[in-house]
């Protein structure tokens, strides 16, 4: 039962547009949700984060947006750079709880 | 800077050895984790450990299992490779706080033949 969801499995976005990352959650238990990036032959990095007592959290580039009535996250990179292909991962945990659990990715790729 | 390392970037073993994938980290995290990552499924937790000694089931621990004698050392164990768990190998620490964030080491692309 896969409890955190990304449904587009890639994207493409022309050098300098927004880049909008989708990810969907079932388990209305999750407080607290990441983006991960994770460029070929390395680990994954971590990216933003978000509460559920916000909506928004900002980062330079990059926000995400969490609407807690549809359990849905939107990563926002604007303007996209060829440096932001990479696979994007969404993560959600509980408070108190150490574990992750992941969505399964989406690749982005940038067109210069 | 957070560094974890992992012993190897690729393996290849035979159907029925016994595998050691080897982690180790820096920073004297508490919690250290083992996932595994494919396509379309994304990145699955296996075993992870709060503390020497420790260790809880993540969501598919069958067939594998972990050992952590030292703190930032955190090993996974396959007693019997099958070719199922040819995959990539993430090992990942963090500090005891929930919301800290998890630092990745770089993976090991482990096929089993």
């Known amino acids: 039962d896969q409890q955190v969801k990304q449904n587009s499995p890639s994207l493409s976005v022309q050098e300098g547009r927004i880049s909008i990352l989708n990810c969907d959650y079932t388990?209305?238990?999750?407080?607290?949700f990441l983006w991960y990036k994770k460029y070929p032959a390395e680990g994954p990095t971590f990216l933003i984060s978000?509460?559920?007592?916000?909506d928004k959290n900002e980062d330079g580039r990059f926000t995400v947006f969490l609407n807690k009535s549809a359990k849905h996250l939107s990563l926002h990179i604007v303007p996209s750079q060829p440096g932001d292909s990479a696979v994007y991962f969404c993560?959600?945990?509980?408070?108190?709880?150490?574990?992750?659990?992941f969505g399964t990715g989406t690749r982005l790729t940038i067109i210069p | 800077d957070v560094k974890v390392t992992q012993s190897s970037r690729y393996l290849v073993k035979r159907t029925g050895e016994k595998v050691f994938l080897e982690c180790v980290q820096d920073?004297?995290?508490?919690?250290m984790f083992w996932y595994r990552q494919d396509p379309g499924l994304g990145l699955r937790l296996i075993y992870f450990s709060y503390d020497v000694k420790m260790k809880e089931k993540g969501d598919i621990p069958e067939g594998y299992s972990v050992s952590r004698e030292k703190k930032e050392r955190f090993s996974l164990i396959l007693e019997s490779a099958s070719t199922n768990q040819t995959s990539m190998y993430l090992c990942?620490?963090?500090?005891?706080?929930?919301?800290?964030?998890?630092?990745f080491g770089p993976g090991t692309r482990l096929t089993v033949l």
């Open positions: 920073m004297d995290h508490e919690n």
């Open positions: 993560a959600a945990a509980r408070f108190g709880n150490e574990k992750l659990t």
């Open positions: 388990n209305s238990m999750f407080d607290y």
């Open positions: 990942a620490s963090k500090v005891g706080t929930s919301t800290d964030t998890q630092y």
């Open positions: 978000i509460s559920s007592i916000k």
